[in-house]
């Protein structure tokens, strides 16, 4: 019970701190939407073409962005954490009675949260563009974005208590997030891609949860790429918040 009431009041603490600085949030959500209106558009000519998933362009394009939006929103919260660590936050948490669990899980309802935001945004920028999608499919397709969000955040919490320098991850994300965002087809569908190319993204758990998404806008419930982006989003996420409370137990002993 202590637990859930520290989670809460830290939640609302984090919260209220980022909503007095929105930039990063609006920073975060303003290449997504410039994409989807100058990128987008130039997908119109080969949606026609064989091998272009169902949906249109507009309805290809959006559920990718949705996942490149909980992806790098996701992933830049690390900047902010070893800010906090820098200032010695984590060492004054030790002598108080807040649970550990609530460190972490405040932080990542915060950043589930202001993701939750940007996606509803991003998704009425669309509909404003033309998009008809299925209800049901749009909000299960946020709730996978969710479970990224848990999993991208907690790891790159854990992260930054084992590195611990700003240098050090940004070198590590600009090697990481290109492959990464490139491999999960957001851009442009691996059905398009070469063999070689859609047999490495196979490993990439985010083209699981671009595919999930891709089939819930149009409404496509019961394909297997649904039950599959949420069984990888799901296993990820509890793996990688599990990672994050183990290291922060650590990092605040």
Known sequence: MQSL??????????????????????????????????????????????????GGAIGVFTPGLLVMLGITGSLFVVFGFIAELRAGVLERMRVT???????????????????????????????????RA??????????????????????????ALILQDENTVASLLNFLI????????????????????RNVAGVN????????????????LEHPAVWQGFAVMGVLSFLGVFWAVRSFRQGVA
Request: proline fraction near 7%; charged fraction near 10%; include cysteine.
């Open 134 to 159: 299925d209800p049901a499919g749009v909000a299960l397709s946020l709730l996978i974005v969710v479970l990224l969000g848990l999993l991208v955040s907690s790891c790159s919490y854990a992260v």
């Open 97 to 131: 009675p807040l649970s550990r669990l609530a460190l972490v899980l405040g932080r990542l309802l915060r950043d589930v949260t202001m993701l939750l935001l940007q996606a509803l945004v991003l998704v009425g920028v669309a509909w404003l563009m033309g998009l």
């Open 205 to 220: 758990p985010f083209a699981y949860a671009v595919d999930a998404s891709r089939a819930l806008f149009i409404g496509q």
């Open 5 to 54: 009431r520290d989670t809460w009041l830290l939640f609302k603490h984090y919260l209220t701190m980022t909503m007095r600085n929105p930039v990063m949030v609006i920073v975060g959500l303003f290449q997504p939407v410039v994409q989807l209106l100058l990128f987008a558009p130039l997908l119109e000519p080969i949606a026609g073409t064989e091998g272009f998933p169902e």
């Open 178 to 197: 290109l492959p990464i965002l490139l491999l999960s087809g957001i851009t442009l569908p691996l059905t398009l891609a070469p063999d070689w190319i």
